[in-house]
């Protein structure tokens, strides 16, 4: 858990000091502080489960196995990227490790997850179940718990007892914008109990509390009982969009975020461990990223006549 967390950590800090460069063509969306929550659900996981993230997807990406090179160079808008150079940031995806494509529209994703659950369930039924107990965990914001699709998806997930998780990293702004502004309620988890759906808060992003709750919801999900649905509490260190900080633009203040360096789980899981291991971890993801990053200067962009390809299918 550890490498992961280091792993995602430091790549994105990568991001952050390339991207002045311009060698990064995509708007990025960081998840420095929130790496827990996707660490937490994503390694308890099976290989063969499913995830679907949102537009602030390097993390989950990256928790579940995706890959760090075809990432970068995704960045880069290379034609080696996971999306061929032709989605950035915002539209990673990794069939090979059961990542589904994201999207930039705040909701969208989770009526596709739904769907692939759907699938996953009717395959479960067939005569041959390839599937068994696969599931799907799908991240969104606390911004997507305001899309109508949101609550559709909640009923049918209930309705029909998908094999999902529904994870909200509720990080507690959509872009500038905090839920005291946007929420007439807090109370997320009652509501999402309303569509009997058991649903639980994880107030402090303690990875291994989110590891074990995950690990709770996934056998009634895998044994066909139905959905769950969980709500990580975290926080965004850097900006809504870019390589930067924003305490100063008015909407939130760097004593908010004071706690959060405290609890930063990178470094607390970090010194759980022995010295000798940490400094082998740390040492194999720093040769990792650098040669990603190497992968995607010297990979070529894709040729004009890609210009229109893969586009629909
Ligand atoms: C349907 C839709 N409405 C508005 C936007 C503009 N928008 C982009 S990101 C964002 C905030 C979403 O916040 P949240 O879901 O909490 O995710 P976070 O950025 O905090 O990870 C909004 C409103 C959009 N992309 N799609
Ligand atoms: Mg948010």
Redesign the pocket.
């Known amino acids: 858990m550890y490498y992961k967390l280091q792993l995602i950590r430091r790549a994105e800090e990568e991001i952050a000091r390339i991207y002045p460069s311009d060698k990064i063509k995509s708007p990025v969306?960081l998840s420095i502080g929130q790496e827990a929550v996707a660490v937490g659900v994503c390694d308890p996981l099976r290989p063969d489960d499913v995830v679907s993230a949102?537009?602030?997807g390097h993390a989950a990406y990256l928790a579940k196995g995706g890959n760090l090179a075809a990432m970068f160079a995704e960045l880069y808008g290379k034609s080696t990227g996971c999306s061929r150079g032709k989605g950035g940031s915002m539209h990673l995806v990794g069939m090979d490790r059961h990542i589904l494509g994201a999207s930039?529209?705040?909701?969208?994703t989770i009526p596709i997850a739904l769907g692939y659950a759907l699938a996953l369930q009717r395959e479960n039924k067939g005569r041959q179940p390839k599937n068994k107990g696969r599931m799907i965990a799908a991240f969104?914001?606390?911004?997507?718990?305001e899309?109508g699709v949101f609550y559709e998806s909640l009923n049918f997930a209930s309705l029909q007892k998908l094999p999902v998780l529904f994870v909200c990293?509720?990080?507690g702004?959509?872009?500038h914008t905090p839920l005291s502004k946007r929420w007439a309620s807090s109370r997320l988890c009652e509501r999402v109990e309303t569509f009997g759906i058991p649903a639980c808060q994880i107030p402090d992003s303690n990875v291994l509390t989110i590891w074990e709750k995950v690990s709770d919801a996934c056998v009634g999900i895998r044994q066909g009982r139905g959905p769950a649905f969980l709500e990580c509490m975290t926080y965004?260190w850097k900006e809504?969009?870019g390589p930067g900080e924003d305490y100063e633009s008015g909407y939130r203040t760097r004593e908010e975020l004071r706690p959060w360096l405290e609890n930063d789980q990178v470094r607390i899981i970090g010194a759980l461990l022995d010295k000798t291991a940490k400094g082998r971890i740390d040492g194999e993801v720093e040769r990792e990223i650098a040669a990603a990053i190497e992968f995607a200067e010297n990979s070529p962009f894709p040729a004009p006549a890609e210009l229109s390809t893969h586009v629909y299918a």
């Open positions: 969306h949102s537009y602030r930039a529209v705040v909701g969208t969104f914001g606390d911004g997507a718990v899309e990293e509720n990080n702004y959509a872009i965004r809504h969009v």
